[in-house]
């Protein structure tokens, strides 16, 4: 797989011209604009400085150079430094305002209209402009003013309630759920409100929060709550509809099952060689076999115990059964299926010590579209697009001079 490395604006994709103000930081906001970049828009991110991006300072114990975090997320962007405290800093991001088609922001809500700079300031200047704001709670509503971070929202949510082993608290998902899933609605909005105004000329504001995304997540759980009044909690592995349908432990590690219909429950009663429990009562129906998920766990455990992952991967994917192993990220990182598929790429961040990436997991035409390239230093292209942007050399100098803009990274 060919791919060349990208270190300016001009990169192959849907997105190719459209320009971005990411105004955002840590994880919410940047992944809509990395995922924006690696289809092709140009991405600017705009930092206060000297500190920038807080993601910049969250490192490892042994972290050296940039944030290995923060290059994950902004490799291939550009960085200018603006304080937008001063008048003229301002003034120089209205100004570039005027010439993008995007601005993207994750402050708290009402921070921009404090600073003179939010959408109805903005709409002035660019009357086309898409403004996107990711906040914690929404715009609306007692705890619009909140601030937000993943771990809150994910507890508000019900998130953590229904996550972790069957019979005891409930546990945070490994992931950034609220986080990561509010930067691809933000992305989507975004291109939603794109097509409108390439259909009517009409820009306008996108509004997404951290705790949209997760209550998007409780899709069959507000089922079984709005239908049954039932109230969720952790299952381990397991499916709250579907059985078998969860992980099991094999002799030496362990496989995920996905008895999703009754023809696959048959074809794993028969791969176990138990095709009896096919006409077992508590077994017969999807429904029986949710009531009896416990019974039935423990028998497919005592079979399942006696092989290896290997052995019975072959098996059950041999009599059409999904079926996978469960691995660790490594294992998961360094898979043939992972590599072919462009989701781990080559590129090299010497400041970063990193030499691969997460590739973008949208493909055009067959083909993967990551931009490559490294993340930026604080500041690191602040002349470069004040220039592009049509300001003289005279004009980047008074403004450095004036500590509104980041002159050297």
């Known amino acids: 797989m060919q791919q060349a490395p990208v270190d300016s ?8 011209g459209l320009r971005v103000l990411e105004l955002s930081q840590i994880m ?11 289809m092709g828009a140009d991405v600017i991110k705009v930092e206060r400085f000297p500190g920038g991006d807080d993601a910049r300072g969250y ?16 490799r291939g962007k550009r960085s200018i430094g603006i304080d937008l405290r001063k008048t003229e800093g301002r003034e120089a991001l209205l100004r570039m305002v005027a010439q993008v088609d995007v601005v993207t922001e994750n402050f708290r809500v009402g921070t ?13 200047v660019n009357p086309a402009l898409i403004y996107c704001s990711v906040s914690g709670y929404g715009r609306v509503g007692p705890m619009a003013m909140q601030g937000g971070f993943d771990l809150i929202l994910q507890a508000f949510s019900g998130l ?19 986080d990561v899933n509010a930067g691809i609605l933000s992305a989507l909005g975004i291109l939603a409100a794109y097509i409108r105004r390439l259909k009517t000329g009409v820009g306008g504001r996108v509004d997404t929060s951290l705790l949209q995304a997760c209550m998007q997540q409780t899709y069959w759980f507000a089922a079984a709550y709005f239908s049954k009044g039932v109230v969720a909690q952790p299952m381990g592995t397991a499916h709250p509809l579907i059985a078998p349908y969860q992980t099991y432990p094999c002799s030496d590690g362990a496989i995920a099952i996905g008895g999703g219909n009754q023809a696959n429950w ?29 019974e039935l766990e423990v028998l497919m455990n005592n079979v399942l115990a006696d092989h290896t992952v290997e052995h019975w991967i072959n098996e059950l994917s041999r009599a059409g059964v999904p079926v996978g192993p469960v691995q660790n990220v490594a294992q998961a990182l360094e898979h043939e299926q ?32 990551t931009r490559l390239g490294v993340a930026p230093l604080v500041g ?18 008074q403004l450095g001079a004036a500590g509104a803009v980041c002159l050297t990274a």
């Open 112 to 124: 921009m209209e404090k600073l003179g700079l939010g959408f109805d300031e903005l709409v002035k």
């Open 59 to 74: 490192r490892r114990p042994g972290d050296s150079g940039l944030s290995p975090a923060f290059v994950m997320l902004n």
């Open 28 to 38: 919410a906001g940047p992944v809509g604009g990395l995922l924006l970049s690696d």
């Open 380 to 397: 690191e292209h602040t002349v470069e697009v004040l220039n592009e942007f049509g300001f003289s050399s005279h004009e980047v100098a």
């Open 160 to 178: 953590i309630s229904v996550t972790g082993e069957e019979g005891r608290a409930g546990v945070k998902p490994g992931i950034s759920v609220a």
């Open 338 to 369: 992972t590599q072919a598929m462009g989701m781990v790429v080559d590129n090299h961040d010497d400041r970063a010590g990193v030499h691969r990436a997460i590739g973008c997991p949208i493909h055009f035409d067959d083909r993967p579209t």
């Open 9 to 16: 604006p001009q990169h192959e994709g849907p997105l190719s």
């Open 266 to 294: 048959e074809r794993i009663a028969e791969c176990l060689e138990h095709p009896e429990w096919i006409a077992e009562p508590r077994f017969e129906t999807g429904a029986a076999r949710l009531q009896n998920r416990k």
